[in-house]
């Protein structure tokens, strides 16, 4: 059994996929980044500026998601490099269910910590500043392995 690259897989990658890959990962951008506006936007507001780290997580939580969900998808057509497989294994159902839980933590860690309903109820502003706060790096990096 020979060893290669987990990155040359993805030359074998037809354009179908590649077009899920970046419409999901655009999706993902806006439906994370607008709410909770880590991306400038007139309807949503924060009480606490994001974080320096925020939009790389943001970014690489939205690449990840956008190749994760284009695993599901068939991979028939032209491609850079053609394998013996290239219609695909079927994706790991729990590979879907990791990833969901990924973009959730990816979600909680780029959010404002006291725009959070859930920690303000439970941990009160003051809570949610001192305790919330520190955790999210920590739920950013759970959140990008998961994915």
Excluded at 66 to 92: C, M
Excluded at 95 to 120: F, H, T
Aim: glycine fraction near 10%; include cysteine.
């Amino acid at each position: 059994m020979g060893q290669h690259c987990f990155l040359a897989t993805l030359l074998t990658w037809s354009l179908r996929r590649w077009l899920v890959a970046g419409g999901v990962g655009i999706v993902t951008l806006l439906t994370m980044g607008l709410p909770t506006a880590v991306i400038a936007n007139p309807v949503f507001g924060r009480s606490i500026a994001p974080t320096t780290w925020a939009m790389d997580v943001l970014i690489a939580t939205s690449a990840l998601a956008g190749l994760l969900t284009s695993t599901y998808v068939r991979n028939d057509g032209p491609a850079l490099v053609r394998s013996e497989n290239t219609a695909g294994i079927a994706a790991d159902p729990r590979s879907a269910r990791r990833g969901a839980l990924g973009g959730l933590l990816a979600y909680l860690a780029i959010g404002c910590p006291v725009c959070n309903k859930v920690v303000l109820i439970a941990l009160g502003a003051t809570g949610a500043v001192r305790i919330f706060a520190p955790v999210q790096p920590y739920l950013a990096a759970l959140g990008l392995i998961a994915l």
